[in-house]
């Protein structure tokens, strides 16, 4: 998976994304500004992705900015928009700095109702 970095984002298997604050001199790893207590390679364990970029995190089925990802383009350079279709007839640009909100697919099926 590689080294993971200060400043950069993980999504764990159980969908969080979380943005490593810091990394002390007993390779504590801090997230969110919380010490999770973890070493390196638990954190490999749990985590399924790292990225200095938030984008490169998303994944169909979650949801962004209050839309479902039915499929996802990512570019290449920040300046792109990402590409998001949300329906079979509309396709929506974000732009990377315009992410405000990511509920990934796991942390929507934990806490869903299901009736019946």
Avoid at 6 to 26: F, L, M, P, Q, S
Avoid at 39 to 64: A, C, M, P, R, T
Avoid at 68 to 92: G, M
């Amino acid at each position: 998976m590689g080294e993971i970095k200060v400043n950069e984002y993980v999504r764990t298997r159980a969908g969080h994304i979380c943005k490593i604050t810091n990394i002390d001199e007993n390779w504590l790893i801090y997230w969110n500004k919380i010490q999770c207590g973890w070493s390196e390679q638990q954190l490999e364990d749990i985590i399924v992705n790292h990225s200095k970029q938030l984008i490169d995190l998303i994944e169909v089925g979650d949801i962004v900015n209050g839309m479902e990802v039915l499929d996802i383009y990512k570019p290449r350079d920040l300046w792109e928009p990402i590409e998001i279709r949300v329906d079979s007839r509309y396709t929506n640009f974000i732009l990377a700095e315009d992410i405000k909100i990511i509920l990934t697919k796991e942390q929507f099926e934990a806490n869903c109702y299901k009736v019946g």
